[in-house]
């Protein structure tokens, strides 16, 4: 009996350490590692043509910068707006007839005394100017206003060294611009040899017109032009020439009263 239960002790102890050594094998063999299961390895993608594409491996999901670019609006400075230039074009009033003295009041019957031809003179174009008056003389532009009768001082031809005869006489405007007339009256007449004399002479009558401020007149024969009708310091001015026809060629001044 004693015999049957060593026999069975032993077998016992048979049984667990058969148990200790399989479960030690098996701690061994964890020990050794065993390749843990992993996810399962990248595999290349075939693109359309049976080739080997790249990786497929995702791209790291790491969202891409969100930083919203500046958004400070572009300049929106309206170009210049400035309107053209509307300066409107210069508007000059159309020039207003100044006011003239009455014909009537500056008009005179007699010819030039002494100290009525200061600033008279001859000049290069043999032509008598009046150089006296300043740029503040106002230009005569109405027949109405030079009516009337005018002291005349006339040099009979300046084209002839020799001739040195003068005239003094009353030249008289009367009629309308249309039908001018321009009267002589022949008063004293002047030479070197003489002196000053008497001129019997009748007056000589020209007809003609008035245009632009210039005064031209014929008697069928002689030509006459009156231009420069000037007023300064309440008095007007003037200078003509007369053509005799004959080459020769007079010039005299006007001034009154």
Known sequence: MVKKLLIAIIAAIDIALLVLIIIGAVDAKKAAGSPEPSRPAVTQKADDTGRPGPAT????????????????????EP???????????????????????????????GCPEEGDLEGLELNDK??????????????????????????????????DPDDDLIYFCNLNISGSSDSAKVTIRWMYWYDGESGL?????????????????????????????????????????????????????GVFALVRP
């Open 197 to 249: 004399e008497e001129d019997e002479a009748e007056d000589y009558v020209y007809e003609g017109g008035w245009k632009s401020g210039k005064l031209t007149a014929s008697d069928g024969k002689f030509e006459i032009e009156i231009k420069s009708f000037r007023l300064e310091n309440g008095r007007e001015y003037a200078v003509g020439t007369i053509d005799w026809g004959d080459g020769a060629v």
């Open 126 to 159: 043999n032509r008598l100017v009046w150089t006296g008056l300043t740029e503040n003389a106002v230009k005569i532009s109405s027949f109405k206003a030079v009516k009337g009768g005018w002291k005349c001082y006339m040099i009979e031809d300046v084209n």
């Open 79 to 109: 170009p210049a707006t400035e309107p053209p230039a509307t300066e409107p074009p210069a508007t000059e009033p159309p020039a207003t007839e100044p006011e003239y003295p009455a014909s009537k009041e500056v008009s005179v019957d």
């Open 57 to 76: 491996e995702p791209p790291a999901t790491e969202p891409p910068a969100t930083e919203p670019p500046a958004t400070e609006p572009p300049a929106t």
